[in-house]
């Protein structure tokens, strides 16, 4: 690794997510795997890197010490400066900083919404760093309280395999009895998870594909809703034929964890609260609602496509009343920003959103 780092093939940030790899127990195989996960570090995006890492740890450690370790190691520090402003840094493990994750995104994201309406009362003109800070902002001076007075839990997306959730609980329950632990064929549990991002059955991962060691999952069973997702030989989920336009919520969540989060647009780097289902084939005039025929696309991504056909007579006319114009004036019925191609800025809504 330290010829690598010298001859600049990885960078600094490469090297220190190895050295966190390293611990008591998975030390001597991270010497034999560290060729490879160098290589992966020269050869793949950061994203990608980031993920062959965790799914390797993930392995190396199977006795479930790793995430007790990272809950263990949480901080948060506040420094107040001389002119009153607060600075600070945090460390959570990889629930906790899911959950804090999604709650700010979700938050910046309405508060962009608003921002793109010039006529609501609190727009403001501000960047996505500082609705980020305002989104954090409001959370803590809000509170988990609705205005029904309940209180809402985190809102963390889970894609586990059954064969590992099965082996998980098989192991705990033996770690608890002090046995060695036998799986739920009565065959004997090895030191591997065998767990497999392409399978399936195998994987433990979030829904953007960040893996998780199956011990996290099993001590969220007491107060996780769990869905079943049933797929088919080739991971199609749900198909419901031309029956209905829309993709419903549990397609949208199906193929989601299916893309792992991601933006099918290559190069989108879109949170996974930013995508929206969208028909390969469109769906007039013969298009399917499928995950066979479904992908998730982010909402400037969607519109980009340039595949839309006229809509049928049937289908409500869009509010926005655009009036013919030369083609080099400029745009008069549409002053607000756009997005950046990388979204730098969420996707907004001032526009009717189309599911093709």
Not at 61 to 67: E, I
Not at 254 to 283: E, F, N, T
Not at 340 to 351: C, I, L, N, T, V
Request: proline fraction near 10%; hydrophobic fraction near 35%; include cysteine.
């Amino acid at each position: 690794m330290s010829q690598a780092l010298l001859d600049g093939s990885i960078t600094r940030r490469h090297a220190q997510v190895l050295r966190d790899l390293d611990n008591p127990r998975s030390h001597s195989d991270l010497l034999a795997a560290q060729d490879y996960l160098v290589e992966a570090g020269t050869r793949c995006s950061w994203q990608d890197f980031v993920t062959v890492c965790n799914q390797w740890i993930a392995n190396a450690d199977p006795d479930g010490n790793l995430p007790d370790e990272r809950t263990r190691n949480r901080r948060l520090t506040l420094k107040r400066r001389a002119d009153g402003t607060l600075s600070g840094s945090f460390d959570l493990d990889t629930i906790g900083g899911d959950a804090v994750k999604n709650a700010i995104e979700r938050e910046a994201l309405r508060l962009f919404r608003i921002d793109a309406d010039p006529t609501h009362p609190e727009a403001r003109t501000r960047n996505h760093t500082q609705r980020m800070a305002d989104a954090l902002v409001n959370l803590v001076t809000r509170g988990a309280i609705r205005k029904d007075g309940t209180v809402g839990a985190p809102l963390i997306h889970i894609v586990v395999g059954q064969d590992v959730l099965d082996e998980a609980i098989c192991r705990k329950a033996a770690a608890d009895a002090g046995v060695l632990p036998i799986g739920p064929d009565g065959n004997p549990l090895g030191d591997n998870l065998n767990i497999d991002p392409d399978d399936p059955l195998r994987r433990c991962e979030l829904v953007d594909g960040t893996p998780i060691h199956p011990n996290q999952v099993v001590a969220l069973l007491g107060v996780a809703t769990l869905r079943r997702l049933v797929l088919g030989a080739d991971g199609e989920i749900l198909d419901l034929g031309r029956a209905t336009r829309d993709f419903p919520r549990r397609l949208n969540q199906a193929m989601l964890a299916a893309q792992r989060g991601r933006c099918a647009k290559d190069g989108c780097d879109a949170p996974p609260s930013w995508l929206q289902a969208d028909h390969i084939v469109p769906w007039h005039p013969n298009g399917h609602t499928a995950t066979s025929n479904g992908q998730m696309l982010c909402s400037p991504g969607n519109r980009a496509k340039g595949d839309r056909p006229n809509p049928p007579p049937s289908t409500p006319p869009n509010p926005v009343t655009v009036r013919p114009r030369d083609a080099h004036a400029p745009r008069e019925t549409d002053a607000r920003p756009r997005p950046e191609p990388r979204h730098a800025e969420p996707p907004g809504e001032w526009s009717v959103p189309s599911t093709t």
